[in-house]
């Protein structure tokens, strides 16, 4: 599995805009995607609404996870850089 440990940056935390960024790229991969809270609550990113469910706010630790794969690495910092735009 890849993962990636991301400190949400974006300002105002994950509203509609950065989720529908998230769910694009995942839609784009041929294997799942899961968002997990510090909490251990899961979301599939490619459900706008779990996502949204998961109420994630700036300062918030995330870890995102998705198969092995030539292309999870640059999956996942694509997704890493809507979470976390500072950093990029």
Same mark, same amino acid.
């Given at each position: ?36 809270? $510090?909490?251990?609550?899961? +979301?599939? %990113?490619? =459900?706008?609404? #779990? @996502?949204? !469910? ?14 092995? $794969?030539?292309?999870?690495? +640059?999956? %996942?910092? =694509?997704?890493? #850089? @809507?979470? !976390?735009?500072?950093?990029?």
């Amino acid at each position: 599995m890849q993962t990636r440990r991301i400190t949400i940056s974006a300002h105002n935390g994950v509203h509609a805009r950065p989720v529908a960024e998230l769910a694009r790229l995942a839609m784009s991969s041929a294997h799942p995607v899961i968002v997990r809270t $510090a909490a251990g609550a899961e +979301a599939d %990113l490619s =459900s706008v609404l #779990a @996502v949204m !469910d998961l109420a994630l706010g700036e300062g918030d630790v995330v870890e995102l996870e998705t198969a092995d $794969a030539p292309a999870s690495a +640059a999956l %996942l910092d =694509s997704m890493a #850089a @809507v979470l !976390d735009p500072r950093d990029r």
